[in-house]
């Protein structure tokens, strides 16, 4: 599961680098919402994965792991 964070993270850093020189956030119209939205959606994307990956539950060894035991009630 981490390796899937870490890998989605390091390829929208890649599609940003090799996207940001050809957007122009500044162009007026439907061009510049376009890429204004566009860097947005990636922000998030890369913010979503890496607070994935930093805030991720650490799995607790098969030692440590103590499974509470659950009352039956039993009817008659």
Do not use: Q
């Not at 599609?15 to 007026?28: N, R, V």
């Amino acid at each position: 599961m981490n390796n899937r964070y870490l890998l989605c993270s390091l390829l929208c850093v890649a599609m940003l680098y090799f996207a940001l020189p050809k957007l122009s956030p500044g162009a007026p119209g439907i061009e510049g919402a376009f890429a204004l939205a566009w860097l947005v959606f990636a922000v998030i994307v890369l913010a979503g994965n890496l607070s994935a990956l930093l805030f991720l539950p650490k799995k607790a060894s098969a030692g440590d792991k103590k499974t509470p035991r659950v009352k039956r009630r039993m009817y008659s």
